[in-house]
C-alpha cells in the first residue's frame, strides 16, 4: 500500500497485483469476481489507510505508549528504545518493544 500514491494507480494495478495487496493486508477478497470488486477493496483500504495516517497527530509519537500522558524522557538499558517516560519506564521488567530486560532507565534531554 505504501507504493500507492493515489487511487488513479489502483486502477493500473492487475487483477493478480489486487490480490496480493488485499492479502498483505489480511483482507478477505473470496467471492469477487470482477476486477472492479478488487479494486473497489483496494480503493477501500487506501483509503481508511490515508484517513488513520493523517488523523494520527505527530505531538503522539513523542508521547509515552504506556501511559500516553507524558513525553517520551527515558532510554531503556541494555536495548536502547525510547518509549516510555521515567515514571512507567521504571515499572518496566522488560521492554515492551523487544522484550529484553530492562537493566536500567536512564532519563534524557531533547533540545
Not at 65 to 94: F, N, P, Q
Amino acid at each position: 500500500m505504501d507504493d500507492i500514491k493515489d487511487e488513479n494507480e489502483i486502477n493500473n494495478l492487475s487483477v493478480i497485483e489486487l490480490k496480493q495487496v488485499l492479502k498483505a493486508n489480511f483482507i478477505d477478497y473470496r467471492g469477487c469476481c470482477e476486477k472492479k470488486e478488487l479494486m473497489d477493496k483496494v480503493i477501500m483500504l487506501y483509503k481508511s489507510q490515508k484517513k488513520d495516517a493523517t488523523s494520527c497527530n505527530e505531538n503522539d509519537r513523542d508521547l509515552c505508549k504506556i501511559c500516553m500522558d507524558h513525553t517520551i524522557d527515558c532510554v531503556l538499558l541494555d536495548c536502547g528504545h525510547l518509549v516510555s517516560c521515567t515514571k512507567c519506564g521504571k515499572r518496566l521488567a522488560e521492554c515492551p518493544i523487544c522484550r529484553a530486560l530492562v537493566v536500567r532507565v536512564v532519563h534524557i534531554f531533547r533540545v
